[in-house]
């Protein structure tokens, strides 16, 4: 075991018998030497220099392991590249993908077409990253992400390898429509840009508000309010749908305010700030939510007085 030499090529040699043999004053090193016992301060001193070498060349044998690892990483890049510089574009992705490797500009070699075919790489990698059921990207964040909080998320996923530029990540994202993948880029009219399931359309998040909002007729409120809620329900405000759905509070205020505009919610600018309720105002684009009342004013500065 003293020689390891799958670890270290200058290893000691195998100890013979007579080096084995110890008395009890003292022991021998692993080289042969004697090292005599010492007790005291002395014996102390001994002991501690002695770990101190002991760490030393755990941690050389530690760094001698990760330049291995390091080693044999390189030569999976290197036969990627080679599958790339032989004209085999579907190979590298395929040997990149069967390694857990992530596409990179170096990887897919020089020539005029290297941009573009990097961007459409790029985007199916994203559009994989965002499926993974086991990482779960979209369903940790309510499924829908801002783009920003994705190209953080994906740079820190890829442990270093190749940061992508955000120009390069907005390509790659504006590619999903062309590419037929199961996610795609929205843009909200404030501008703010989104990443979201393909089959996810406004008007299924406008019923699961309306859902919500509906179940706040049913469970009552944390505290007492001056107005019939199991008639006409509550308010609320971007920070309650950012915790009931999981969406940043960016998302859940562009969603509201979507839904405002198309006629679902309408909005309370009060002193306790801005709240959207259901739209009890125009009953004509949704069916009758009640009979109690037709229309209902929401006053600027105080609560409705139901």
Not at 27 to 52: F, N, Y
Not at 63 to 75: C, G, N, T, Y
Request: aromatic content about 8%; hydrophobic content about 40%; charged content about 25%.
């Amino acid at each position: 075991m003293q020689q390891r030499k799958w670890l270290l090529q200058g290893a000691p040699p195998i100890p013979t018998a007579a080096e084995q043999t110890t008395s009890g004053s003292g022991t021998s090193t692993p080289t042969g030497e004697r090292v005599v016992k010492t007790v005291g301060i002395a014996g102390l001193e001994q002991r501690r220099l002695d770990m101190r070498k002991n760490n030393e060349l755990v941690i050389g044998n530690a760094f001698e392991d990760l330049e291995a690892l390091m080693a044999s990483a390189k030569e999976i890049v290197a036969l990627a590249e080679s599958f790339s510089s032989n004209g085999g574009g579907a190979e590298t992705n395929a040997v990149a993908n069967a390694l857990g490797l992530v596409t990179t500009k170096e990887m897919l070699g020089g020539g005029s077409n290297s941009e573009s075919l990097y961007i459409s790489e790029l985007s199916r990698n994203l559009a994989e990253f965002l499926t993974d059921d086991a990482r779960g990207v979209l369903r940790k964040a309510g499924g829908i992400i801002s783009l920003v909080d994705l190209w953080a998320v994906f740079n820190r996923a890829r442990g270093g390898v190749e940061l992508v530029s955000p120009l390069d990540f907005e390509k790659a994202a504006r590619l999903w429509e062309k590419l037929r993948l199961p996610v795609r880029l929205r843009q909200f009219k404030s501008g703010v840009l989104v990443v979201q399931s393909s089959d996810r359309t406004d008007e299924k998040t406008i019923r699961t508000l309306l859902a919500w909002l509906n179940d706040l007729h049913v469970f009552p409120p944390d505290k007492d309010l001056p107005w019939d809620w199991q008639v006409f329900g509550r308010g609320v405000t971007a920070q309650d749908a950012a915790e009931r759905f999981g969406w940043s509070i960016g998302v859940a205020e562009e969603e509201l305010e979507m839904a405002e505009e198309k006629g679902a919610l309408c909005r309370e600018e009060g002193i306790e700030g801005l709240k959207f309720w259901e739209n009890w105002i125009d009953d004509g684009q949704f069916p009758d939510r009640g009979s109690a009342v037709s229309v209902i004013w929401l006053d600027a500065t105080e609560s409705p007085d139901l």
